[in-house]
């Protein structure tokens, strides 16, 4: 809901608002953050229209859905708090994002629940920080447990998110730390390691360090990488039991590269699910038949000198045909470890 305080609901410096044309609904500009005037500025700052500019002044300390007018060509706009969707689809980007609602479509595959009765924290990673529209529909989801926490209170939940490209990590940031007044920037930590293993890698040795044996830490973790298939190891590793593992990707083909690494490197992952996201306004799936399956070759094969049966991959939408989309999503969940008895007796997972 857009409701707030009226204290609060007032712009002011620091906010990016939408400014959408009063004749023409469908045009609609995103502002950078406003800001008052200085002393040493020719121009005020405003906010560059199709039918002229808007100073930030004639914004901010306005309520949301004032109308202003350009003071250069007289149209009115009407002026509000983005909502993600529209952060994310007007924000200059220097990364194809994972559109808002497809991202929390991912998310919710995820089936993410944090208890705050257990002792624990909750941490989740997120290794492609790009644009961070997907950091912002995770970091919704884990809010809540930190929103009444007190001021030096210990965070409940955290998403690290992770990217090797500085200048991708720092648009990110920037876009959490804007969007509705950084209202989730808390919630995230960010890093730039070179890959998102050298990172998880840090981390187990610190917990080993410490002499804590289980070192599992993660809640769960999101891949938006261009070859995910070389993370799962580690990722896995750092997976508790039965957390999720969420991979996207443009194509089904790194899906598949995915599994295969899973298979071959006997990683502790159950694949549950695969989904295309649909084109459109995004949010939209359909589930796909993702799996190796025997099949018998033909006659004039086995005459040939063929093997009687060969495995291969079957790839394709449970139904209807393959259409393209706005990418694929396969979840896994870590399996229970192989188990072995301690001195004391006890099971060790």
Same mark, same amino acid.
């Given at each position: 809901?857009?409701?707030?305080?009226?204290?609060?609901?007032?712009?002011?410096?620091?906010?990016?608002?939408?400014?959408?044309?009063?004749?023409?609904?469908?045009?609609?500009?995103?502002?950078?953050?406003?800001?008052?005037?200085?002393?040493?500025?020719?121009?005020?700052?405003?906010?560059?229209?199709?039918?002229?500019?808007?100073r930030h002044t004639a914004i901010l300390n306005a309520h949301?859905?004032?109308?202003?007018?350009?003071?250069?060509? =007289? *149209?009115?706009?009407?002026?509000?708090? !983005?909502? #993600? +969707?529209?952060? @994310?689809?007007? /924000?200059?980007?220097k990364t194809t994002p994972i559109y808002a609602f497809d991202?929390?479509?991912?998310?919710?595959?995820?089936?993410?629940?944090?208890?705050?009765?257990?002792?624990?924290?909750?941490?989740?990673?997120?290794?492609?920080?790009?644009?961070?529209?997907?950091?912002?529909?995770?970091?919704?989801?884990?809010?809540?447990?930190?929103?009444?926490?007190?001021?030096?209170?210990?965070?409940?939940?955290?998403?690290?998110?992770?990217?090797?490209?500085?200048?991708?990590?720092?648009?990110?940031?920037?876009?959490?730390?804007?969007?509705?007044?950084?209202?989730?920037?808390?919630?995230?930590?960010?890093?730039?390691?070179?890959?998102?293993?050298?990172?998880?890698?840090?981390?187990?040795?610190?917990?080993?360090?410490?002499?804590?044996?289980?070192?599992?830490?993660?809640? =769960? *973790?999101?891949?938006?990488?261009?070859? !995910?298939? #070389? +993370?799962?190891? @580690?990722?896995? /590793?750092?997976?508790?039991?039965?957390?999720?593992?969420?991979?996207?990707?443009?194509?089904?083909?790194?899906?598949?590269?995915?599994?295969?690494?899973?298979?071959?490197?006997?990683?502790?992952?159950?694949?549950?699910?695969?989904?295309?996201?649909?084109?459109?306004?995004?949010?939209?799936?359909?589930?796909?038949?993702?799996?190796?399956?025997?099949?018998?070759?033909?006659?004039?094969?086995?005459?040939?000198?063929?093997?009687?049966?060969?495995?291969?991959?079957?790839?394709?939408?449970?139904?209807?045909?393959?259409?393209?989309?706005?990418?694929?999503?396969?979840?896994?969940?870590?399996?229970?470890?192989?188990?072995?008895?301690?001195?004391?007796?006890?099971?060790?997972?």
């Amino acid at each position: 809901m857009r409701c707030a305080s009226a204290a609060a609901n007032v712009f002011r410096p620091g906010d990016v608002v939408l400014l959408r044309d009063v004749l023409r609904p469908s045009l609609a500009i995103l502002s950078g953050p406003l800001r008052l005037p200085t002393d040493t500025e020719d121009k005020p700052p405003s906010v560059c229209t199709h039918r002229g500019e808007v100073r930030h002044t004639a914004i901010l300390n306005a309520h949301p859905r004032t109308l202003v007018k350009s003071h250069t060509a =007289g *149209a009115t706009f009407v002026v509000t708090f !983005p909502t #993600l +969707e529209e952060f @994310v689809n007007f /924000r200059k980007r220097k990364t194809t994002p994972i559109y808002a609602f497809d991202a929390a479509a991912t998310v919710a595959l995820a089936d993410i629940h944090i208890d705050e009765r257990e002792h624990t924290v909750f941490e989740f990673l997120e290794a492609g920080t790009g644009h961070g529209s997907l950091t912002l529909a995770i970091a919704r989801i884990i809010h809540a447990a930190n929103a009444n926490l007190d001021k030096n209170a210990p965070r409940k939940a955290v998403l690290h998110s992770v990217d090797r490209n500085k200048d991708h990590a720092t648009y990110g940031v920037k876009n959490v730390r804007e969007f509705r007044r950084g209202l989730y920037a808390a919630d995230v930590d960010f890093h730039a390691p070179s890959t998102p293993s050298e990172y998880l890698q840090s981390r187990l040795k610190s917990i080993t360090d410490h002499g804590d044996s289980h070192t599992a830490f993660l809640s =769960g *973790a999101f891949l938006d990488l261009p070859s !995910p298939e #070389l +993370e799962v190891e @580690v990722v896995a /590793r750092c997976l508790k039991t039965d957390c999720p593992l969420v991979v996207f990707a443009p194509s089904i083909t790194q899906i598949v590269d995915v599994i295969e690494a899973v298979r071959a490197k006997n990683i502790q992952l159950s694949m549950c699910k695969v989904v295309e996201l649909l084109p459109g306004m995004g949010g939209s799936m359909r589930e796909w038949d993702l799996r190796r399956a025997v099949l018998r070759n033909s006659p004039d094969r086995k005459e040939e000198g063929g093997s009687e049966s060969q495995e291969k991959w079957v790839c394709r939408p449970l139904v209807g045909e393959r259409i393209v989309g706005g990418g694929f999503v396969a979840v896994f969940r870590k399996k229970l470890q192989k188990t072995r008895r301690d001195n004391a007796g006890q099971l060790e997972r």
